[in-house]
């Protein structure tokens, strides 16, 4: 029993440093400071635009639609973002192997969505979410989530 007590008394500080330990992750308030930027430059441009901020487990922080954007660039945004997640870089990757000679297989990969406009947000080389902006053309979209990453 006492050879019990001094393992438990030994490991314990260990377990609780390891619990205490905190994986870095996007916050709301780091969403919303992408959504903002996302907003800002779209608006500088002329162009209304869907931008969706999603974690690292590919759950949606927050969705905006600007005025006048198609709903459809909504599910579109939705999928770019998802893309980075699982996929970890950029949509356009996926767009531009589409180009090439039998890059068209790239279209039966789950859940990639080969269009410019969603990129992987990381934080001290660890995944921590993603951005997706639909609306305008692939080109355009991807120039808003530049601007947007830009803040973070």
């Known amino acids: 029993m006492k050879k019990f007590l001094i393992l438990i008394l030994f490991i314990t500080p260990f377990l609780i440093q390891a619990q205490t330990q905190m994986q870095p992750y996007l916050s709301l308030a780091d969403a919303l400071r992408i959504s903002d930027a996302a907003e800002a430059k779209s608006k500088a441009e002329g162009w209304n635009m869907v931008i969706v901020v999603m974690d690292a487990g590919g759950h949606m922080i927050s969705l905006r639609k600007m005025d006048g954007v198609q709903i459809g660039s909504i ?17 356009k990757v996926f ?5 090439v000679e039998g890059g068209a297989r790239i279209a039966t990969v789950p859940n990639a969505v080969a269009i410019e406009g969603g990129l992987p947000i990381f934080k001290d080389g660890i995944i921590v ?19 947007a990453l830009a803040v973070y």
């Not at 579109?76 to 870089?89: M, N, P, S």
């Not at 080109?139 to 601007?147: N, S």
Request: glycine share 12%; aromatic share 4%.
């Open 75 to 91: 599910d579109v945004a939705i999928g770019k973002a998802r893309t980075e997640v699982y996929f970890k870089r950029p949509t």
């Open 95 to 99: 767009e531009d192997a589409m180009k």
């Open 129 to 147: 979410g993603s951005i997706g902006i639909s609306g305008a053309s692939s080109a355009q979209d991807g120039i808003v989530a530049v601007a």
